[in-house]
């Protein structure tokens, strides 16, 4: 498939820097990590359900094919956006060619029936999924050989949104977040996470569907805003160091932080997963990095 070429940079914040090959998270060792009831207990892919908050939940599982149930591995959680499926975010993402156990939640049907998380106003009324996310890290490390200290969360559009959430909720459970296209509705409620926690943020700025300078009539911060208020939390220095890749790409890093905190911007990019096919969402598709790979690289420098 042919990409259009990107049009003229465009001079955005983005922190830290990209990588060009195939990035593996690593196999945690017995000195390093904090193992859970799970190791020792045969693990394989397919897809299952967890009850919480009276409803039957699903989720699909991917684990590696070199899995050993004697090591702790790292626990990846990936959300999808509206209207779509774990199944299908599987498939676009790539996320499961990582060295780590990785689920991919679905959420309950909100407006229009579609799925959707908490924190947006189209999602199910009345259905907590931070309980239930809390929940399914329960089942996963009952059952499965995952480093407690090595858990992370990532998603496209609206599932995105709701790694921000769990940022500011359960950050004494995530390493780390990595938002992809994120849709950060206000209704997401007030943020005090339990303390400093890395955010990786990646975002196009030729998204229509998601804006990158975001939409006043839904309540759509612009992206900067949204990136700026993880700074202030993780007590950055507020001028970051700026790097470029390609002829569409600038990061920035942010230094000085209790916590890492990186936005990544495409020049141009549509509402998609870097390094995907169209499947991923409409609008330009940057090949100049491969999103797996870089959000594995920055999982794989921070542990909780």
């Known amino acids: 498939m042919t990409f259009a070429r990107p049009k003229t940079l465009a001079a955005i914040v983005v922190a830290a820097g990209l990588v060009t090959a195939a990035t593996l998270l690593p196999t945690a060792t017995a000195s390093t990590t904090s ?37 702790a591995y790292p626990l990846i959680l990936v959300f999808h956006g509206r209207g779509k499926t774990g199944a299908q975010t599987e ?17 309950v049907l909100g407006d229009e029936a579609k799925q959707a998380w908490q924190g947006a106003p189209y999602s199910a009324k009345g259905v907590d999924d931070v309980k ?14 995952v ?32 938002p992809v296209d994120g849709a950060f509705y206000i209704e ?6 339990s303390r400093p926690i890395p955010v990786l943020d990646i975002h196009g700025t030729g998204d229509t569907t ?28 507020q001028d970051p160091r700026v790097s470029q890749q390609g002829d569409d790409v600038l990061t920035f890093t942010y230094r000085g932080c209790d916590a890492d905190v990186v936005h990544v911007a495409v020049t141009d990019g549509g509402h998609s997963w870097p390094g995907s096919d169209a499947s991923s969402g409409p609008g330009y598709v940057t090949q100049t990095f491969e999103a797996h790979e870089l959000i594995g690289k920055f999982f794989k420098e921070h542990r909780r």
């Open 35 to 71: 193992r859970t009831a799970g190791c020792g207990k045969p693990a394989a892919t397919g897809d299952y359900t967890v009850v919480s908050g009276g409803l039957t939940r699903t989720y699909r599982l991917h684990v590696p094919e070199n899995y050993r149930p004697s090591k």
């Open 91 to 107: 498939a676009f993402s790539d996320m499961s060619k990582l060295d780590a156990v990785v689920a991919y939640p679905n959420g």
């Open 132 to 145: 239930f996310t809390a929940d399914l890290l329960d089942q996963l490390e009952a059952n499965y050989c």
């Open 147 to 178: 480093d407690t200290r090595t858990v992370y969360a990532t998603g496209k559009s609206n599932g995105a949104a709701f790694t921000g959430i769990l940022a500011c909720k359960l950050a004494d459970r995530f390493a780390a977040i990595a």
């Open 188 to 193: 997401g409620g007030r943020c005090a996470p």
């Open 210 to 237: 998601i804006p990158y300078g975001g939409d006043g009539q839904r309540d759509l911060p612009d992206v900067q805003t949204w990136v700026r208020d993880w700074t202030v939390r993780n007590h950055c220095d």
